[in-house]
C-alpha cells in the first residue's frame, strides 16, 4: 500500500507538473497568438485642439482713411453777355415798363431765345414821354415794340458805318434811319439817341435809347 501511494503520489505529482507545463505553454502560445491591447486613448489624445483665439488684426477696426482735401470751386461771375435780351431787360428796373410790354405782347419769349438780335430799348423815361401809348392796342403795342427789334447783332460803330442808311427790323418794308447829328452821335429816326450803347448779350446786343421810335409817315426806303 505504501509503495502503491507513494507510486499514485508520485504519479499525481508528474500529472500535475505535466498540467502546470501545459498550461503555461498555453498560456505563452495565448500571449504570442493575441494581438496586444491597445490602451486606452489618453485624454489629451481624444480632446479636439483647441481653436486659437483671434489674432488682433481680426479684431483690429479697419483704418480710417485720411479726409482727402477738397477745394471748393470758384463760381465763375455772372456777367450780362451771359443772360439773353430778355433776361436783361426785366432785370434792370429802368426797363420796368419796356419788360411789361414784352411780356403783354409775347416778344418775351422771342428776345429769350437764341438768335441774334439788336434791342433799341427805351427806358422807362421815354415810355413817360410817349404820353398817347396807353392808347395804344395790343396789337399796335406789339408793332410798335417790333419796329424796335433789328434781326442781327449792330454795335454803335456799325450804326456809325451805316450812317447815312437804314437798318432793318422785325415790321417787314419798315427799317430805321440811321444818321450822324451835329455832334457825331448817331440818331435814329433823325431824333432818337443811344445813351448807353453796346450792352452784350448772349443772343444779341441791347442800344439803350432815350425815346420811343416812332416810324415815319413816309418810311426811308432801304438802299
Given amino acids: 500500500m505504501v509503495k502503491y501511494y507513494s507510486l499514485l503520489s508520485l504519479v499525481l505529482v508528474s500529472v500535475a507538473a505535466a498540467d502546470r507545463k501545459a498550461i503555461i505553454n498555453l498560456r505563452q502560445l495565448q500571449g504570442a497568438t493575441r494581438p496586444p491591447k491597445t490602451p486606452p486613448p489618453t485624454a489629451a489624445a481624444t480632446r479636439p485642439p483647441k481653436t486659437p483665439p483671434p489674432t488682433p488684426a481680426a479684431t483690429r477696426p479697419p483704418k480710417t482713411p485720411a479726409p482727402t482735401e477738397t477745394i471748393p470751386e470758384t ?34 419769349g422771342k428776345l429769350n431765345s437764341s438768335g441774334t438780335s439788336t434791342l433799341f430799348a427805351p427806358n422807362n423815361d421815354a415810355f413817360e414821354k410817349l404820353a398817347n401809348v396807353v392808347d395804344l392796342t395790343d396789337d399796335e403795342i406789339m408793332g410798335l415794340l417790333m419796329y424796335h427789334v433789328a434781326p442781327n447783332i449792330l454795335t454803335y460803330n456799325n450804326l456809325m458805318m451805316i450812317s447815312p442808311g437804314v437798318v432793318e427790323t422785325m415790321v417787314p418794308a419798315l427799317p430805321i434811319a440811321v444818321s450822324t447829328g451835329a455832334d457825331g452821335d448817331v440818331l435814329l429816326n433823325g431824333n432818337v439817341k443811344i445813351t448807353t450803347p453796346d450792352i452784350e448779350a448772349s443772343n444779341g446786343i441791347i442800344q439803350v435809347i432815350d425815346q420811343v421810335i416812332i416810324p415815319p409817315i413816309d418810311p426811308p426806303t432801304p438802299a
Fill in 75 to 108: 463760381p465763375s461771375p455772372t456777367i450780362a453777355g451771359q443772360q439773353n435780351i430778355a433776361q436783361i431787360v426785366c432785370s434792370n428796373n429802368d426797363f420796368f415798363t419796356l419788360c411789361s410790354y414784352l411780356e403783354i405782347t409775347g416778344l418775351y
